[in-house]
């Protein structure tokens, strides 16, 4: 009954892509003002890659990277 549904990924709702969009956007745009990406990911113990991601609100980055990056870029970025 169960058979590997806990590995079926779906879209998240539409309010929470908006959510992850303007997250990705506060950070993107706080980054820009003071450090380069290469810094930041650093800083946030990830790639430059999920780095870009995170900057675009992609859902499938998780919560933690987001909350990582939010708090080492320099004007703290609003989760939520």
Same mark, same amino acid.
């Given at each position: 009954p169960y058979k590997d549904s806990y590995?079926? =990924?779906k879209d998240p709702p539409i309010p !929470? *892509?908006?959510v992850l969009r303007? *997250? @990705?956007n506060d950070i993107r745009d706080a980054r820009r003002r003071r450090i380069p990406v290469a810094i930041l =990911? $650093? #800083? =946030? &113990?990830t790639s430059r890659l999920? *780095? &870009? #991601? !995170? $900057?675009? @609100?992609n859902p499938s980055v &998780?919560?933690?990277i987001y909350a990582r990056c939010s708090s080492r870029s320099p004007r703290k970025a609003q989760l939520i």
């Open positions: 590995m079926i =990924a !929470v *892509l908006h303007k *997250l @990705g =990911a $650093e #800083r =946030a &113990s999920t *780095l &870009s #991601r !995170v $900057e675009k @609100g &998780s919560m933690r």
